[in-house]
């Protein structure tokens, strides 16, 4: 069965930076898109980032365009977020979804998430 | 980067229907077949419950129904039982923002 599974998660100061992975089997990774979805502390869903089944393409929310950086390892089965100048406003569950095409397009399924804070 | 329009909550009684709606743009939810719903427990995975507009998912009961009017999606969920009680997300492909999600919709159940 597909299992998506977040690490790299943490407490962390404000203007630092952190690696965000997720470690996918039960499918080939190596046929699908992979996107990053967020939710901070009482609101709701979010969408960060995607990155094409070959890594051709990626795509960011406005919210974190030029800060953050997804990446993937089809050689490994994982996925990357790497987040940098973090503020107080990037404080979420980061979680790791597939995206149900090769390209962008909706996830389907999705891990259980990472909590990453932003405090100083 | 607007988010997708959901009502903030509706809610419904046991055995009763409710429908909870999605607008987008021309640019979005009315141009392409990529929208989806999500169930949503707090501290839990969020669920694939449609995709494609309509589309079931494998162990997703037939309550469970989607449709599209125009820039606008529609989740219908039938003969409500306890357990449906979560937040509901629709999601979109959008030419423009690549993926959007909707704000989110709290279902009470009575």
């Known amino acids: 069965q597909v299992q998506l599974v977040e690490s790299g998660g943490g407490v962390v100061q404000p203007g630092r930076s952190l690696r965000l992975s997720c470690a996918a089997s039960g499918f080939r990774f190596s046929d699908y898109a992979m996107n990053w979805v967020r939710q901070a502390p009482g609101k709701g869903l979010e969408w960060v980032a995607v990155i094409s089944y070959d890594a051709s393409n990626e795509y960011y929310a406005d919210s974190v365009k030029g800060r953050f950086s997804i990446s993937r390892d089809n050689s490994k089965n994982t996925l990357y977020l790497q987040v940098n100048s973090l503020r107080t406003e990037d404080t979420a569950v980061y979680f790791c979804?597939?995206?149900?095409?090769?390209?962008?397009?909706?996830?389907?399924?999705w891990g259980q998430g990472t909590l990453v804070t932003v405090s100083s | 980067q607007s988010a997708l329009t959901q009502p903030r909550s509706v809610s419904g009684s046991p055995g009763q229907s409710v429908t909870i709606s999605c607008t987008g743009s021309?640019?979005?939810?009315?141009?392409?077949?990529?929208v989806s719903w999500y169930q949503h427990h707090p501290g839990k995975a969020p669920k694939l419950m449609l995709y494609d507009v309509d589309k079931r998912p494998s162990g997703i009961p037939d309550r469970f129904s989607g449709s599209r009017s125009g820039n606008t999606a529609s989740l219908t969920i039938s003969g409500l039982q306890a357990e449906d009680e979560a937040d509901y997300y629709c999601c979109s492909y959008s030419i423009i923002y690549s993926i959007l999600f909707g704000g989110g919709t709290k279902l009470t159940v009575l």
């Open positions: 021309s640019s979005d939810v009315g141009a392409y077949t990529y």
């Open positions: 979804a597939r995206g149900e095409c090769s390209t962008s397009c909706p996830p389907d399924y």
